[in-house]
Each structure stands twice: as C-alpha cells, then as structure tokens.
C-alpha cells in the first residue's frame, strides 16, 4: 500500500546517501531530496500499485551519470535489504522484481548512451 511503499522509499534512501560508493552520486544530483523522495513515491505507486501517478522520463534522467555495473549491483542490494525489512514477504518479492527488471533496462540504456558494450542476458 501508500504507507509502505512511502517507507520503503523513505528507509532506501537513507541506505543510499549513506553508501559510499552511491551517496556521492546522488548527492550531486538531487538538490531538493523531499521534492525526490515525493516522485519517488509517486514512481513507485505507478509501478507497484498501477496508479498512473508517475510522469517521467527514468531513461532520460540516468543517461549520462557515471556508474558501472557495480553501483547497480550495489542500489540492487540495497533496495532488497530495505523491501525485506519494511515489507510483508509477498510485497518484497514483488517489488523486488520490478527493481531487478527496471535496473537491468536502465543499466542497458545508459550502457548504450555511453558506448559501452553490455553483456547480452539470456535470461529475461
């Protein structure tokens, strides 16, 4: 539900600004955190929840950030750690899924965009 997913977005990132290798790279992006963490939740009801309450461009805004598979990897820990411990274990599956399958795109496309080759996944 809202509540949940608020929390989730909320516990995550805390995890996040305090990472070493992912606090820096959000913080030089995000300028307003509460105007983030607000559309992060909207993001996350659109996905989890299909309210429609998102209108962005996820694509579009991560092209060009400086990451590698490894900072990937590590958001992809992080969201795991914080979805098992604010939600019920049926919840934490499913919005653990969706994260894998959003960063797996979001890791090709800025791959893409930045001429890096991406090792083809053969499980999809």
Request: proline letters at 5%; a neutral charge; glycine letters at 6%.
């Amino acid at each position: 539900d809202e509540t949940i997913l608020a929390r989730l977005v909320s516990v995550f990132y805390e995890h996040v600004r305090s990472d070493p290798g992912l606090g820096p790279i959000f913080e030089a992006r995000i300028e307003n955190w509460p105007a983030h963490l607000s559309r992060m939740v909207d993001f996350w009801s659109s996905v989890a929840l299909m309210t429609g309450r998102y209108h962005g461009t996820p694509m579009q805004v991560h092209t060009g950030l400086l990451v590698d598979e490894s900072h990937f990897e590590q958001w992809l820990a992080l969201f795991r750690k914080v979805a098992r411990q604010v939600c019920t274990p049926a919840g934490a599956d499913y919005v653990i899924e969706r994260a894998e399958r959003i960063a797996r795109s979001i890791h090709l496309g800025v791959s893409v965009h930045a001429g890096i080759p991406h090792k083809a996944s053969r499980s999809t």
